[in-house]
């Protein structure tokens, strides 16, 4: 272990020894939270359940200078085989719920799943959602990132959200001060943490939201390889093209590097056959970032993020 490593460590045990009431665990395998299920371990993962955890936490690390991210559900990441030498947030209890607002609205937890999510709307007969059914994701992890599907995105249904700032302070953001892009928002480039969501939904029928959530996850089933561990699309797709179709073009579907694949059912996936490494999936994405520049001039851009 590097010396920085050791002296965080030190500071990390010092830290939480004082917090009887914050549940922590030290050198958590990351590869177990992530849908890769690739990766090394963290120095420690810490369990909050309350904004007054969560700021505390975090203005702790802050403090002592100890590098720290959120993790939500792993779905979106590639973490190295060396693992992140800092610590790792989870947003759990209190900020995994979701209550009913007068108005149609849900208020959702950003640790709350976004499956948990859509099912809380759907059962108080509120709809809008369901077309997001099926990612694997956080609340959280959704809005910072504006994760969508089927020609929506999260954005639209968003009406604001209780930041925890750059700065340590909580704070309500209305939507029009969000910055929400492809893949994207002002969120993610401010290094926010998306600690509430008010949703606006409408009145909906559960019987009818119920045939769009198996519509939209059948639709997910027959083009995404789910029976293998992934992490969705690895790249971004270019300005009016698909990243899988380029993928295809040049010949690199079905590509293998050990147990890391270019999938043979979706080209922008690369899935884990059983044991992948984090190193043979980042060789393949940039073998693939290269052929595809080779032939058609086109730079990939990553959709996962790399964690090291
Ligand atoms: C099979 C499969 C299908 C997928 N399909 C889609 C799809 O159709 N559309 C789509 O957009 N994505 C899709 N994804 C990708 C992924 O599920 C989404 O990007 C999802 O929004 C990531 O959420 P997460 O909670 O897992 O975030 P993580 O992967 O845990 O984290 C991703 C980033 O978000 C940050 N983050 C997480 N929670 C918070 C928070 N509370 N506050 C601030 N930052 C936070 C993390 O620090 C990290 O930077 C798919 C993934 C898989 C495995």
């Known amino acids: 272990m590097e010396n920085w490593s050791i002296a965080y460590q030190?500071?990390?045990?010092?830290?939480?020894?004082?917090?009887?009431?914050?549940?922590?665990f030290r050198n958590p395998d990351l590869s177990l939270l992530t849908t890769w299920r690739i990766g090394g371990r963290a120095l420690a993962l810490v369990e909050v359940t309350n904004e007054e955890e969560l700021v505390f936490v975090l203005s702790q690390c802050d403090r002592l200078g100890i590098p720290w991210r959120v993790l939500g559900r792993g779905s979106n990441i590639l973490v190295s085989d060396q693992g992140f030498p800092g610590i790792v947030v989870r947003l759990l209890g209190s900020l995994a719920e979701c209550h009913l607002l007068p108005g149609n609205r849900v208020e959702a937890g950003g640790g709350a799943t976004l499956n948990r999510f859509i099912s809380f709307a759907v059962?108080?007969?509120?709809?809008?959602?369901?077309?997001?059914?099926?990612?694997?994701?956080t609340v959280g992890g959704a809005v910072v990132l504006n994760a969508g599907?089927?020609?929506g995105e999260i954005e639209r249904l968003v009406e604001r959200v209780l930041v925890r700032e750059r700065n340590g302070e909580l704070r309500w953001r209305e939507k029009h001060e969000i910055f929400f892009s492809y893949r994207g928002s002002s969120l993610k480039e401010t290094s926010a943490v998306v600690v509430r969501v008010v949703f606006q939904l409408f009145s909906e029928n559960p019987k009818r939201a119920v045939e769009?959530?198996?519509?939209?996850?059948a639709l997910r089933k027959s083009s995404q390889p789910l029976d293998f561990p992934s992490a969705g699309s690895v790249f971004r797709n270019p300005p009016g093209d698909?990243?899988?179709?380029?993928?295809?073009?040049?010949g690199c579907k079905g590509l293998r590097l050990g147990q890391a694949q270019v999938s043979l059912k979706h080209s922008n996936f690369i899935v884990n056959?059983?044991?992948a490494r984090a190193w043979q999936v980042e060789y393949l994405m940039e073998w693939i970032r290269k052929e595809v520049y080779r032939q058609t001039g086109i730079w990939l851009e990553n959709e996962v993020e790399l964690w090291r």
């Not at 769009?212 to 996850?217: A, T, V």
């Open 242 to 250: 698909y990243a899988a179709r380029l993928i295809e073009q040049v």
């Open 123 to 137: 059962r108080n007969g509120l709809g809008g959602c369901e077309f997001l059914i099926g990612i694997p994701g």
């Open 149 to 151: 599907c089927f020609g």
């Open 212 to 217: 769009k959530m198996r519509h939209f996850f």
């Open 273 to 275: 056959l059983g044991g």
């Open 10 to 24: 030190e500071a990390i045990e010092e830290l939480f020894d004082g917090l009887s009431e914050v549940r922590w």
